[in-house]
């Protein structure tokens, strides 16, 4: 039977993270979606080809046709609708920064396990192969034993009327919205907790406009990473040093759209493969395996703990009041 999905949020990102990705997946369908105006709602419904529309948050929860809850809402809107759901018995898959901060982050950690629920953070990049093959080999050793990590991702994003990613109230900011994805680039990567060395940041009416981090692993790795909505061009680039190499991802966020991912290790250059599933298809695709019980998730619980505890302490550092 297939996975029944309800939207909350009307949002832009659903058409292309669940949507679209369901079609292609027959392990999904889309059921259900809910917005603050409801009349919103079933244009999108119409539009979407989304079955039905719940006359708000709490009405799509109560569904029997919703399994898998997808919560699109601002940062600001995570905990709250994420321990609703899963205290109405729902899985969810959040999206991404998880949180405003590490202590609500906490908070619908513990709201999952209370509730015996699956709660996965939608880092749709993680998925990718791409990104599971340079996890891999920074894991594995190939690199040789690491020495510096840095990631990057700048997306330019108008601050118009409206425009939620830059606004405090509701969780925006260039650390929250694009640093969030570099910040769990390199934790990856390094496959531990960073400390914040320094942090410097442009902001703009309380929101950082762009923010950069230096950041210090253990077993001496250092790290950067850097973000920014007033960049002219969009730039995701990872890149990892180690004893024996390096390797460089250009794209890292999303290699379907064009990706170069390149090692030079012992002197030997190769280039990767960069085929595979989008990242959103293979999110979903990694969804279906956790809650079939195939898999544990490779986001949510402590890595999404651990990924807003280093986004506030980049924050604190960086003199956000």
């Not at 018995?89 to 999206?95: M, T």
């Not at 330019?156 to 969030?180: F, H, K, V």
């Not at 280039?271 to 195939?294: D, F, R």
């Not at 986001?299 to 550092?317: C, E, L, P, R």
Request: aromatic share 6%; glycine share 10%; with cysteine.
């Amino acid at each position: 039977m297939a996975i029944r999905i309800g939207l909350l949020g009307a949002s832009k990102i659903a058409t292309g993270a669940v949507i679209a990705p369901a079609r292609g997946n027959p392990d999904f369908i889309v059921t259900a979606v809910a917005a603050r105006d409801p009349e919103r709602a079933r244009v999108y419904a119409a539009e979407h080809g989304v079955a039905a529309v719940a006359e708000d948050y709490a009405a799509l929860l109560r569904r029997d046709d919703v399994d898998l809850v997808y919560n699109a809402l601002p940062p600001a809107g995570h905990r709250r609708w994420t321990i609703a759901a899963l205290e109405a018995g729902k899985d969810v898959l959040c999206e991404k920064p998880f949180a405003r901060n590490a202590g609500e982050a906490r908070d619908m950690v513990a709201a999952a396990e209370a509730a015996g629920r699956v709660l996965i953070e939608a880092f749709h990049y993680r998925f990718h192969n791409v990104m599971r093959a340079a996890v891999a080999l920074a894991h594995e050793g190939a690199l040789g034993k690491l020495k510096s990590v840095d990631a990057v991702f700048d997306a330019p994003i108008p601050p118009t009327a409206g425009e939620l990613r830059w606004s405090a109230e509701q969780g925006g900011g260039a650390l929250m919205d694009l640093g969030c994805y570099p910040v769990h680039a390199v934790r990856s990567i390094v496959g531990g907790e960073p400390e914040v060395i320094s942090a410097t940041a442009v902001f703009e009416n309380g929101v950082d406009a762009s923010m950069r981090a230096d950041l210090a692993f253990p077993g001496g790795v250092t790290g950067t990473i850097a973000c920014s909505m007033t960049a002219p061009g969009f730039n995701a680039k990872l890149t990892v040093v180690g004893e024996r190499g390096d390797l460089e991802i250009v794209n890292f966020l999303a290699p379907q759209r064009g990706c170069r991912f390149t090692t030079t290790i012992d002197g030997v250059t190769r280039e990767h493969g960069v085929e595979g599933p989008s990242t959103y298809a293979a999110q979903l695709v990694h969804v279906a395996q956790v809650l079939a019980g195939k898999i544990p998730p490779l986001t949510g619980g402590s890595d999404a703990v651990g990924n807003m505890a280093a986004i506030d302490a980049i924050y604190a550092a960086a003199g956000r009041v």
